[in-house]
């Protein structure tokens, strides 16, 4: 009975000095709590996205078709917008700019970069469109975005490894997905 209530107290000791350490680090974290204006690479309030705009910079101003295409940033990857966007915005199911040029019939006459064979496969059942956009790839500012000649905040250090050197600007991604799959 008596190693019962030993035992019982020496729990309880144990319990009182845990919430005790987790009282003393939460007091502790509460001192050293930064507010979200701090947090992160921004310094504006998150709440208040209308009144913000980039620091420095500038878009390109390159017209399409005389700006340099940008390198991926891996295999793969969305490839970068290089030129002007005036006149392009905003992109709408019913009337999107980019197809004008992108559209793989139309692209390599002007030099454009062509939408590559995974747009124009519904990758949810792997159906081939014969050639028709996949309906959910209009909106193509969802993945490809202008880009800011802006030095960098923290340095990069990543290096993308290319199979090879076409990947480089071009993607192969319906067949690295199905790489290795045989169809019936």
């Not at 193509?140 to 880009?147: D, G, I, L, R, Y």
């Amino acid at each position: 009975m008596i190693r019962n209530a030993q035992r019982r107290m020496i729990a309880a000791l144990v319990v009182i000095v845990i919430l005790f350490g987790a009282g003393v680090a939460m007091a502790d974290k509460k001192e050293k709590a930064k507010s979200e204006e701090d947090m992160g690479l921004r310094k504006e309030s998150i709440y208040e996205e209308e009144k913000v705009k980039p620091g420095h910079g500038e878009y390109s101003k390159a017209e399409p078709g005389k700006s340099k295409k940008i390198e991926r940033a891996f295999e793969n990857s969305p490839p970068l917008i290089p030129h002007d966007l005036t006149g392009m915005l905003p992109i709408a199911e019913t009337n999107n700019m980019c197809l004008n040029c992108h559209m793989p019939d139309v692209a390599k006459g002007l030099g454009a970069t062509a939408l590559p064979k995974s747009h124009f496969i519904d990758m949810e059942t792997g159906k081939d469109l014969k050639g028709k956009l996949d309906g959910k790839r209009y909106n193509c500012m969802q993945c490809h975005v202008p880009q800011v000649n802006i030095p960098e905040p923290i340095k990069n250090r990543f290096k993308a490894d290319f199979r090879s050197k076409k990947s480089r600007t071009s993607s192969n991604l319906i067949d690295s997905l199905n790489e290795g799959v045989k169809a019936e």
